[in-house]
């Protein structure tokens, strides 16, 4: 009895004090809608380095199925969606929405609700910004490099898609400060 309660409160001490999903293992993938799905796989493809798994499509239902699996109007259609792998990454699965819909035209700023960027990591971050350049893309700035906090080590660039959606250079090729602070480790592209 006592051995068996003992495992017990072992089992207790080591579960975290948070609550978790279920057999969570980390994100899979990237959902984002574009305004062309062909030039934004080209794109990805081309520019960024991504590889299309594979597409699929087309969604459509006569009844309320998009409205309540996906959270917009139910006579909305996606004609095709692209699964995308990007190095050792998060996928992407990006949608182009048509039909009868109410859409906006134009992405959220990083202030807005629901603002995002997805950030690439780079080895070299003034090679990648000179290649951004080179194939005519919209560079926000220079590359900000963080010298102190829990940032240290961190270089970091915005830049835009041809639709205008935020994306970001980053690169720590020799880690980030706070790794001497915590046994906590953020998903590292590099390993």
Not at 28 to 41: E, M, R, Y
Not at 152 to 161: E, Q, R, T
Request: hydrophobic share 40%; charged share 20%.
């Amino acid at each position: 009895m006592i051995k068996r309660l003992m495992i017990v409160l072992a089992g207790i001490v080591a579960m975290p004090l948070w609550a978790a999903i279920p057999g969570l293992q980390g994100p899979d993938h990237i959902g984002f809608t574009v305004p062309n799905l062909s030039k934004a796989v080209t794109f990805f493809e081309e520019v960024i380095g991504c590889e299309t798994a594979y597409r699929v499509g087309p969604f459509k239902s006569d009844s309320d199925w998009m409205e309540k699996h996906l959270n917009v109007d139910p006579r909305a259609e996606i004609p095709q969606l692209a699964m995308l792998s990007c190095g050792r990454g998060s996928n992407l699965e990006i949608f182009e929405y048509s039909g009868p819909i109410e859409q906006q035209k134009t992405g959220p700023k990083n202030s807005d609700v629901g603002g995002h960027h997805i950030g690439f990591y780079v080895d070299d971050i003034n090679a990648a910004v000179s290649y951004l350049k080179s194939q005519n893309l919209k560079v926000l700035g220079e590359p900000t490099v963080m010298t102190s906090g829990p940032n240290a080590g961190i270089s970091w660039v915005y830049f835009l898609s041809p639709w205008g959606m935020q994306l970001e250079l980053v690169s720590y090729p020799d880690g980030v400060g706070y790794e001497k602070q915590t046994d906590v480790r953020l998903f590292d592209p590099r390993k």
